[in-house]
């Protein structure tokens, strides 16, 4: 059994390092983008900075995913990005409740959460698994 965990945890490494199709950026904010606020959380190898994200029910927000890693990650919340309201322009880059980070980049989605605990991972194969998990605490 440890030898199938260290074959999987390569083989988690070895998806992280290839490369993944680049997405547009998300589109300049609304001109009524002053009143929201920026949380920024960054991905790295199996990783989340930070992992516990604490927001304001109805408060607008700038929700900014870098990725720093050399790899591809995801930010996937399911509930969270079903019970927010996403700004239309920015409604592409969640995809099934995820946005899809490339290695090197940045994807920012403007949105309004409601209140709830909501799970959060990266759900490329075995990453959850070595660590990038955290939770969204919308108070």
Do not use: W
């Not at 290839?18 to 990783?47: C, I, K, M, Y």
């Amino acid at each position: 059994m440890r030898r199938f965990s260290i074959i999987l945890a390569i083989g988690a490494m070895a998806l992280c390092t290839a490369g993944h199709a680049s997405q547009p950026e998300a589109a300049a904010p609304s001109a009524n983008a002053g009143a929201e606020t920026e949380q920024r959380v960054e991905l790295s190898n199996f990783d989340f900075n930070p992992k516990e994200i604490h927001l304001q029910a109805g408060h607008s927000y700038a929700l900014v995913v870098a990725n720093q890693a050399s790899g591809g990650h995801n930010f996937s919340a399911r509930e969270f990005f079903a019970a927010s309201k996403i700004q239309a322009a920015d409604a592409a880059l969640v995809t099934d409740g995820e946005i899809e980070v490339p290695a090197m980049s940045t994807r920012t989605v403007h949105l309004v959460p409601a209140a709830g605990s909501y799970k959060l991972v990266c759900t490329h194969a075995g990453h959850a698994f070595l660590g990038m998990r955290g939770k969204i605490v919308v108070e």
